[in-house]
């Protein structure tokens, strides 16, 4: 019996230690939600958009996939650049900080239409979710808008733990982000998101994104891989001297007076609380992967290149009313509250609190005084009740009473 359970707590540990992790979260302790303008220094923020378009015109010649997917890319963490997207994803892990477990960058380029929605998913390893059928997310998720085009992106605060269905069933909060060049988002990487249809600005006709998620694992093959630089038509290959260089040309800008007013700072996350009646919002309707929807309040008054947060459910405030009644039910054991006295009235107070001490004790000291009296009576008693049962005692008093009786 002993043997049987020893080799069954055994399978146990093995099946557990060798079963693929499900859900890799955010780091514990950081915001969900961080964006910063002026991400990157000008120059190299200009090669992005050229280098951007090409790898997406390359990328849609490519195969469909399982699921009709398209295939991301590979750069392992600590590889040498050889091009302008690469050295970004390099400075991009200095906002970011991953973790001891970081293993590198799985990265893809998105254009769409500024009227166009993106639906609402989680990222993935997606080779192990269409071929395994189930889920493991990437440390940190993140959006890096090269135009400022189009509709923002919505994270609610819900991811789903099995694949199928999300917790909670409806968001409480979440994040609005909207594009605006050289503006970079980060957010947990189990996060459900989808983006908002926009209007265009009448400067630009698409909505250039750079995605990137940070791994502790690589994504399987066939989904991703690594990028052969040479296939892609139009976008510039650097070789190490020529990359030195173009760091070097970065360096001296930033140190300008230009680059000096163009530092990146982090952008501020403006709280709309969609929970109060008075906010002008409107229904919006998500549509979640498979054929379930969910509702959502947005609000009508925002601004281009803002970023929010957005409050859905104020569980805080119903907490607080219902302390508020508790609090108004068990008043009449609340202690009175502590007033500040004045010099005068502290020493008034220290002198009736000394003269009711006296009075205490004078009182004690009387009733010790009073008690060994009370005990001597007790005593004087109980000794002439004792002489009583003495036959002596009885035969005096005896002879004592007979000459009064003859009188």
């Known amino acids: 019996m002993t043997r049987a359970v020893l080799l069954l707590l055994c399978f146990f540990f093995i099946y557990a230690s060798s079963y693929p992790t499900v859900v890799q979260q955010g780091l514990p302790g950081m915001p ?4 910063w ?7 190299l923020f200009e090669l992005m958009e050229s280098d951007a378009r090409a790898v997406n015109i390359y ?8 699921n009709n997917k398209r295939r991301t890319r590979w750069f392992p963490d600590g590889q040498y650049p050889r091009t ?23 990265w893809w380029v998105q254009v769409i239409k500024p009227g166009e929605p993106l639906g609402f998913h989680v990222d993935k390893d997606e080779s192990v979710a269409s071929n395994k059928h189930y889920l493991v997310h990437p440390i940190w998720s993140s959006v890096f808008y090269v135009t400022d085009v189009g509709g923002g992106t919505l994270i609610p605060d819900q991811w789903s733990p099995a694949g199928s269905g999300y917790e909670p069933e409806q968001p409480s909060k979440g994040w609005w982000v909207f594009p605006e060049q050289n503006k970079f988002m980060t957010f947990n990487g189990s996060l459900l998101h989808g983006v908002i249809p926009g209007k265009p600005n009448g400067r630009e006709t698409e909505r250039i994104t750079f995605l990137v998620n940070f791994w502790a694992e690589k994504p399987e093959a066939p989904n991703c891989e690594l990028i052969d630089h040479e296939d892609v038509a139009g976008l510039k290959v650097y070789s190490k001297a020529e990359m030195r260089a173009l760091r070097q040309r970065i360096n001296e800008w930033s140190k300008s007076e230009q680059g000096q007013t163009h530092k990146r700072s982090q952008d501020k996350l403006q709280t709309i609380n969609l929970s109060e009646k008075h906010t002008r919002s409107y229904s919006y309707t998500i549509r979640l992967p498979g054929s379930s929807t969910e509702q ?4 009508h008054d925002v601004e281009p290149g803002a970023s929010y947060e957005l ?7 119903e907490e607080e009313e219902e302390d508020e009644e508790e ?52 005593t004087k008693t109980t000794t002439k009740a004792e002489t009583k049962l003495k036959p002596s005692s009885r035969s005096r008093r005896a002879q004592r009473a007979k000459p009064k009786t003859e009188l």
């Open 32 to 35: 969900s939600v961080r964006a």
């Open 37 to 43: 303008k002026n991400a990157m220094p000008r120059p």
């Open 59 to 66: 990328e849609s010649q490519g195969p469909s996939l399982l």
């Open 84 to 106: 302008a997207l690469e050295e970004v994803m390099i400075r991009l892990k200095s906002f970011v900080k991953p973790g001891p477990h970081f293993k590198g960058f799985e």
């Open 296 to 299: 959502v309040l947005l609000p």
């Open 311 to 317: 409050i859905w459910s104020n569980n805080n405030a």
């Open 327 to 378: 609090e108004e039910e068990e008043e009449y054991i609340t202690p009175p509250k502590r007033t500040k006295k004045s010099k005068s009235q502290s020493a008034s107070a220290n002198k009736k609190k000394s003269t009711a001490t006296n009075t205490n004790t004078n009182k004690k000291a009387k009733k010790a005084t009073e008690k060994p009296a009370k005990t001597k009576t007790t």
